[in-house]
């Protein structure tokens, strides 16, 4: 059974930073992409950014220069290294794994981070 561990959750002043963890549990593959998605109250759940196996990431405008991703194929783990935080960026952050097999993708999800941002 998949299992999708996070970490690195928590409260930090604007201007702040936090690292966030996610490895994948219970796998003999490796997933075709991870990364993460968050929801602050009241707003659909966004992308924040993904990274493929091959390296190519793709980040939302909104973090672009501030947040960086980086992965460990041989471990199925991601990390997400948020650098001047926003209050805006208070929200529940999600780890995604994504593994394809032939034309269909698989989905997993983490249990999600609380990431508050104080002004």
Do not use: H
């Amino acid at each position: 059974q998949v299992q999708l561990v996070e970490s690195g959750g928590g409260l930090v002043q604007a201007g702040g930073s936090l690292r966030l963890s996610c490895a994948a549990s219970g796998v003999t593959f490796s997933m075709n992409a991870m990364g993460w998605y968050r929801q602050a109250p009241g707003k659909q759940r966004e992308l924040v950014v993904v990274i493929f196996s091959g390296g190519y990431t793709n980040y939302a405008d909104f973090v672009k220069g501030r947040f960086t991703i980086s992965r460990d194929n041989a471990k199925n783990t991601v990390y997400l290294q948020m650098d001047n935080l926003k209050p805006d960026d208070t929200a529940v952050y999600s780890c995604n794994a994504r593994r394809r097999v032939g034309s269909l993708w698989y989905d997993y999800w983490g249990q999600g981070q609380q990431v508050t941002v104080s002004s």
